[in-house]
Structures are given as structure tokens and as C-alpha cells.
């Protein structure tokens, strides 16, 4: 049964950082592009970054880059964005998916058949 599982989220000031993990089960991570994605109130769903298992390669959002840093340990089954200088802007609730047998990331959620069940973010003074 394929099952991620995120941690990490939770309530910041600005400027402030968080470590977002995803906990992969159920399929082989070093096989798989994972990305991370996230949604504010009101607001559209938006792919924030991924990591390619094929060449390393990853995606980040503009408004991001220089910022966050996604990673991954194949060994423990667990992709990592780190969240450096955290604007009130980044708060929503964060989602980590799979393309599982997939080894290139997309930005697009609908690439992603599996997804976890998302952890806050919020970013206040």
C-alpha cells in the first residue's frame, strides 16, 4: 500500500525556517520523482518543488528558489524540503506526492497519482 506520510509543518515568524519531511512507503523512492506542492486559502494548488530519482535534477518555483532546498535519502524512504527566510506568503498547507516507476519530476499535480495528507505551514509574527 503506497503511503506518504509529511511532518515538519507548523507555526513560524517570518524569516524563520522549517524542515518539511515525507515519509515514503510501499513503493521504491529511488525509482520514483517526488514533489512537493502546496495550497493556501483560497488559492490554487501550486507545485513548489521536485526531485527527479533519475539525474538528480529538481525544480523549484521562482518565488522559492534560492530558499528552499529539496533533498532525498533513498535509504531511510524520505524527500526533505528545507524552508529558509519563510515569508508570510509561503503559509498553506504543504503536500507531498509520488510518480511512482516515474524517474522525472513535474510541476504539475496532476502528474501525481499518490499524495499524503499534508501539513500546515504558517508563517506569522
Known amino acids: 500500500q503506497v503511503q506518504l506520510v509529511e511532518s515538519g509543518g507548523g507555526l513560524v515568524q517570518p524569516g524563520g525556517s522549517l524542515r518539511l519531511s515525507c515519509a515514503a512507503s510501499?513503493?521504491?523512492?529511488?525509482?520514483?520523482?517526488i514533489g512537493w506542492f502546496r495550497q493556501a486559502p483560497g488559492k490554487e494548488r501550486e507545485g513548489v518543488s521536485c526531485s527527479s530519482s533519475s539525474d538528480g535534477s529538481t525544480y523549484y518555483l521562482d518565488s522559492v528558489k534560492g530558499r528552499f532546498t529539496i533533498s532525498r535519502d533513498n535509504r531511510k524512504k524520505a524527500v526533505y524540503l528545507q524552508m529558509n527566510s519563510l515569508k508570510p506568503e509561503d503559509t498553506a498547507v504543504y503536500y507531498c506526492a509520488a510518480r511512482i516507476a516515474h524517474s522525472r519530476c513535474s510541476r504539475y499535480g496532476y502528474d501525481y497519482p499518490s499524495w499524503g495528507q499534508g501539513t500546515q505551514v504558517t508563517v506569522s509574527s
Open positions: 510501499g513503493f521504491t523512492l529511488v525509482y520514483s520523482a
